[in-house]
């Protein structure tokens, strides 16, 4: 007789999804070549992500030297080309750009080098407009790096509202524990529906370390049903995939995160990361999911 529980089977045989984040803000064409930078190549990179199991491309977008970027014109390239392709995935546009602060020396109450911030409206105009199924919704004030990231209430239920009247779903990427009690103050003043989706966000400085137990600790926290998903930055990007595959969450990888596929080894590729992770996921006895299945695990409509 089996010992195996029907919960236990249920975690097995569940599907999981892969978010691949083809370019952030971090990595240059310096560091690796595989860094997608016009929006060809982050559309490109995207559809390739998707062929090797991606169910969802989350988007930055880059100045043609390779900066972060902000430009509608941009995004609009990325999102056309997409769907101009055919492709089923589901897109996930960032709305993290635009809210850094620095403080000069002379005085900390004006900007110094390295700030980036804007109104909480500029921050979701392009979702407003091109209308993806996902968009991601930082909950966090941190340091992050040098700088901090600084998110406040009010500017958060300006963004969650417009972003819900656009009918887009928030991906809601959380640092630490705190930033689980924020959304869920946000959820109880309506400003977010349910069910939340939420991305566990580890191993960036300083928040929530990429460890086992910070990732069951902040699972444990999120609201009861809630889907969720996680990601490790460097090194612990792939251990971080087989932690959320077994305490039944989804996984993001790609180059955003981590520039490599082993110790010294660069990724060829965004693809080349969603491959690994989808290996890990079927050694452990799930299934990755497709973009329709993606979109019955995040209650979106189907496309």
Known sequence: ESTINQEEMATMSQKTIITCAVTG????????????VTPEQIAQSSLDAAKAGAAVC??????PDGTPSMKFEYYEEVVKRIRDAGSNMIINLTTGPGARYMPSDEDPLIAGPGTEYVTPEKRTAHVEKLKPEVCSLDVATMNFGERAFMNVPRHMRVMADRIKAAGVKPELEVFDTGHIELCKQLIKEGHIESPPYFQLCLGISYGATATPEAMMHMRDRLPEGAPWSA??????????????VLLGGNVRVGLEDNIYLGPGELAPSNAALVERAAAIIENLGSSVATPDEARGILGLGNH
Request: no cysteine; charged share 15%.
């Open 25 to 36: 803000s971090a990595p240059t064409t310096q560091k690796t070549k595989a860094t997608p």
């Open 58 to 63: 989350h988007i930055h977008v880059r100045e």
């Open 231 to 244: 990601f490790g930055i460097s090194r612990q990007q792939f251990p971080m995939v087989a932690q959320a």
